[in-house]
């Protein structure tokens, strides 16, 4: 027994199962029409009798699946560029129906929901078939407004960016993929900005940017999928996403812009894969991160990466970094000990600065300078102590990956004025150098063990 189903489905029924596509068996195989079995899956019958399921879909009172039992609603749907009718699910997966093509020689040359969730389906000879309210699969879906800005390119347009919000008022926002028949390509400047009430939203893969401020402020959300065709989160873009606890981005994202996750501090976990090449100044300032593991595609960080997040435990950072910036773990307290990757030829002033809990770094051979307060565990000066807390609590242990000449030619950050007394220094402790054997001599050595500096 057939399901009840939203118009979107009859109405393409109509559309495909009538005069554009019967009798096309002298042609490819087409879509000759669809229905809805008794488990609420959308079947596609083409003209040579093979039958391709789609899957659950929306029920005739807005919910998903069968008459709202279960699976997934359609969140988009369009023609690609082989004339492949393809439909974008609610849960994330696409299929494809195969080509649209009309007996006649009319088939249908594109098809998308517009701003107002109304199937269009645009025919080779101009015409268009306004199927009606496709509900985009989910009650979250049903009756959303997007408003949205041409994205030009060669004096064209290319595609879309969504700019803002309409008459929406669900919390689970899902983006379309498509508009006007061409790809949604960036969530633009301020498109969410301080959106209160959004708790989840679904990008799809056609989407490169995520632009300046496009969720700043959205307290509430707590939940971010993002397609594996991000290239680019802009600045601030989730800055104060407070609700915010842990996001995967893909491997085609190449830049995290600056303050682009400040002040998320539900924030405890986030995945990032090789390809990525720049981090922006601050962009985990104030977050509620516990462990971060830099891709070693990372070149170039901007400063106070990590500025203020006392929940840091745990960093694995880029090995192709040139240089530690300033500011970096400012304020990490939660940090024990951290390893500096080879290629690093300088630590900026302040890097590791007041650090309550830093025991030990692990510096590279080639190192040249540590910046005045480059490594200091508390933020006050180190030399004087006092009898409950002598100069030695306030230093930090030093493995090196060199030789003793080698340490001695690093520039260590110490200044003095014209009297000779030291006005800037570090809190660098006892020097270890680095043997994979056990040395017969007597000295300061270390190695690894189960991936941890140990002393000999």
Known sequence: MKRRITALIMAMGLAFGGTLLAGCADKAPSIKSLEINGQGELLVIMTDGTVSNLGKVKGEDGSDGADGQNGAGIASVYVNGDGVLVFNFTDGTSKEAGKVVGNDGVGVKSAYIDSNSNLIIVLSDGQTINCGNAGGGTPSQAGENFYFAEAEKNGETAGYIVRDLGSISYPDIIVPSHYRDKPVVSVGENAFFNCKYITSVTLPGTVEAIDYCAFWGCTRLKSVTVGNGLKRIGDSAFNENTALESISLPASLESIGESAFAGCTAL????????????????????????????????????????????????????????????????????????????????????????????????????????????TKVGFPIDGGTPDKPVSVYRIDVFYKGDEDGWDAVDKGERKDAEGNVTQTNALGDVYFYSEEKPSAEGNYWHYADGKPVKW
């Open 268 to 375: 405890t976990s986030i995945t990032l894969s090789e390809g990525l090449k720049s981090i922006g100044v601050s962009a985990f300032t104030g977050c509620g991160l516990e462990s971060f593991v830099m891709p070693d595609s990372v070149e170039t960080l901007g400063f106070g990466l990590f500025m203020n997040t006392p929940s840091l435990k745990e960093v694995k950072l880029s090995a192709n970094l040139k240089e530690l910036p300033s500011h970096t773990f400012t304020g990490c307290h939660g940090i024990q000990g951290i390893e500096i990757g080879n290629n690093v030829k300088t630590i900026k002033y302040s890097a590791m600065f007041d650090m309550a809990m830093l025991e030990y770094v692990v510096l590279p051979a080639g190192l040249e300078t540590i910046e005045p307060f480059g490594i």
